[in-house]
């Protein structure tokens, strides 16, 4: 048994929430992550993203359904960020200089691959669904 | 690895037209025929990295990076009309 669903559960014997909000609890505490208890071990991702997948289905009324399926390889992102870095630094400051002029606070020679590494590997997390229209659905993850 | 072959398969958007155009497209021929073209677009290649202050050694390994990381990438778009595929092994 869990710390927590034991904490919760200790609530209910002491009559400080009801049956129902227990329930209620418990469901949240396993649909949850589960820490491994004692191990002190940080949770991983079981493997890193690779690829970003975008899917969109749309039902148009005058030209019929229409079905996008896309998927490109995250590798593909950290060599475009390789791209920035063969900027020249004078042309680095002077496109900085445009993009503060423009109320851009972007500064190209911040943006790296090991800056990008540690957002790439929190993409597995990111999941994107629009779902608000019957005649339109789009997902956007990584796989 | 640079990719060695893809896929393009087109359904034109002829209405009548149930025809599907399945076009195997073997990278490696055309990597090899666009080699001697390429050797021989090298040394402008080095010239305008050096006059543009790039280094023309990390240019290549960029551009490299860039064509292998175009594996395993895969497009379609499907229309009642016409539908288009592209898959790059």
């Known amino acids: ?143 | 690895m640079i990719p060695l072959a893809a896929v393009i398969a087109v359904r034109p958007g002829w209405r009548s037209s149930n025809l599907r155009l399945w076009i195997p497209v073997p990278l490696f021929l055309v990597w090899l025929l666009a080699l001697p073209f390429l050797v021989l677009a090298l040394p402008i290649f080095f010239i305008a990295c050096l006059a543009s202050r790039m280094d023309p050694f990390r240019a290549l390994w960029v551009l490299w990076q860039l064509l292998c990381a175009l594996r395993k990438t895969h497009v379609s778009v499907e229309h009642r009309e016409a539908s288009i595929l592209v898959h790059i092994f």
């Open chain 1, 1 to 143: 048994m869990s710390d927590n669903r034991r904490q919760v559960l200790d609530m209910l014997a002491a009559g400080q929430i009801t049956v129902e909000e227990a329930d209620r609890l418990i469901a949240a505490i396993e649909d949850g992550p589960t820490p491994a208890a004692g191990t002190g071990l940080a949770e991983r991702p079981a493997t890193a993203p690779r690829y970003l997948r975008v899917i969109a289905n749309v039902v148009d009324d005058d030209e019929g359904p229409i079905k996008i399926n896309v998927r490109v390889p995250l590798q593909l992102l950290r060599a475009g960020v390789r791209l920035a870095s063969l900027i020249p630094p004078q042309a680095q400051d002077e496109v900085n200089t445009a993009l503060r002029q423009h109320g851009v606070g972007l500064d190209l020679s911040q943006i790296k691959p090991e800056n990008l590494d540690e957002l790439i590997d929190h993409l597995g997390d990111l999941t994107v669904d629009v779902d608000g229209e019957p005649n339109l659905k789009v997902r956007v993850f990584c796989e």
